[in-house]
């Protein structure tokens, strides 16, 4: 589930940087507008959970929707969140059966001068079919980017343990 979440992770600062050199030219508007788009992938991993001991394989669809606020003073606004739409898994040595069950969210924030700041923040869970036990992963990402100072604040955080 690592490999799915960093791509999507990628996908979605891609996307934010993207977005920072829009936004720059992005002439100032008398009100707020917001754009959604909808992305649907099949996606695929190979884990190593030391919890459960195994390998575990992952796969199906989720869909990511991102809503993009352009504001009037030149900033950009995205929140994205990914929803599965029947990811499952298997253990590779045990061939116990797991379905995964998620909730995440991200925000970039653009502001009207070049710079931006994006959180993503990652609850999921691999549900156990069988007697193995069940696991939880947490994910935490926070960067924030000055032109002039580079990155001011890196923050990661992951953990994730057997239920």
Known sequence: MHGIRNKALFLFTFLSVLLIFLAQVQPAFAEANTLTTVATSTLGSVQFYPCAGEYIELHGDY?????????????????????????????????????????????????????????????????????????LVQMTIHLTYAPDQGFTAQTSNVNSTCK
């Open 63 to 135: 869909s990511a929707v991102f809503h993009v606020t352009f504001d009037p003073t030149g900033g950009t606004h995205v929140f994205g969140q990914n929803i599965s739409k029947g990811i499952h898994g298997v253990g590779l040595q045990s061939g116990t059966l797991y379905t995964a069950t998620d909730s995440d969210r991200r925000s970039t924030n653009i502001f009207g001068a070049p710079g931006f700041e994006t959180t993503y923040v990652d609850t999921f869970r691999l549900v156990s079919q069988g007697k193995s036990a069940n696991l």
